[in-house]
């Protein structure tokens, strides 16, 4: 199973742009790359997914370069609400899903 | 959207008791259901893959004996933590695939504490 590196944590203001990039090396060429947001005491809640090149829907976009080795987040205009734990985890056969350890974004005031 | 739900959300019990904790998907059919745990401050660790009508796939270093998934129709799996002890209280979280799109829907997690 391909393995995701993240950084640990990241902080913010309210009404910045946060940009959150995953390391997938290995991953394989039907993998398809989403990304998940976690608060405390919830499940993940899915954000946004993709192959290749960029995809946008109401909430963030997502970056990926022509290598697929690796793959950004980007959260516009943060709010207080935004503070969560993000994962890259990346689906592979079986529909398995591997988590690396996240990245804790704080948004503050 | 597709949404999958757990129950319970949160459950206290007696060492050596036997806690079941259900995973519905609620507006899709699921043949696949996956169960996860995750400690405090840690990421989700993936235990098994249910599969209906069949046996459970358990994760390398997870005991199919003490963690019994059932998977018995197409919107419902069960784990069953049989004789939990203190070391198994833990984040139990379960997720499907709704066939028509790729990603997949967690519910909201189990918190089991074992006293």
């Known amino acids: 199973l391909a393995k995701t590196t993240q950084p640990i944590s990241m902080d913010s203001y309210e009404g910045q742009e946060v940009n959150i990039t995953c390391s997938h090396n290995n991953i394989a060429t039907n993998d398809y790359i989403t990304w998940y947001q976690q608060f405390p005491s919830q499940g993940p809640r899915f954000i946004i997914q993709g192959y290749k090149t960029k995809v946008t829907n109401e909430v963030a976009s997502l970056f990926i370069p022509a290598d697929r080795k690796s793959s950004t987040l980007s959260l516009p205009r943060v709010s207080l609400s935004d503070t969560a734990v993000y994962y890259c985890?990346?689906?592979?056969?079986?529909?398995?899903?591997?988590f690396g350890g996240g990245t804790r974004v704080l948004v503050k005031p | 959207g597709a949404v999958v739900s757990q129950h319970p959300s949160w459950v206290i019990c007696k060492s050596g008791t036997s806690v079941k904790i259900e995973c519905r998907s609620l507006d899709f059919q699921a043949t696949t259901m996956f169960w996860y745990r995750q400690f405090p401050k840690q990421s989700l660790m993936l235990m098994a893959t249910?599969?209906?009508?069949?046996?459970?796939?358990?994760e390398q270093g997870v005991e199919k004996d003490k963690f019994l998934i059932n998977h018995a129709s197409l919107t419902l799996s069960t784990l069953t933590v049989t004789s939990a002890h203190p070391e198994d209280s833990s984040f139990y979280i379960c997720?499907?695939?709704?066939?028509?799109?790729?990603?997949?829907?967690f519910g909201d997690g189990t918190r089991l504490s074992i006293l």
């Open positions: 249910s599969n209906e009508g069949s046996k459970a796939t358990y």
């Open positions: 997720s499907a695939r709704d066939g028509t799109a790729r990603a997949q829907h």
């Open positions: 985890p990346v689906e592979a056969a079986g529909n398995k899903l591997t």
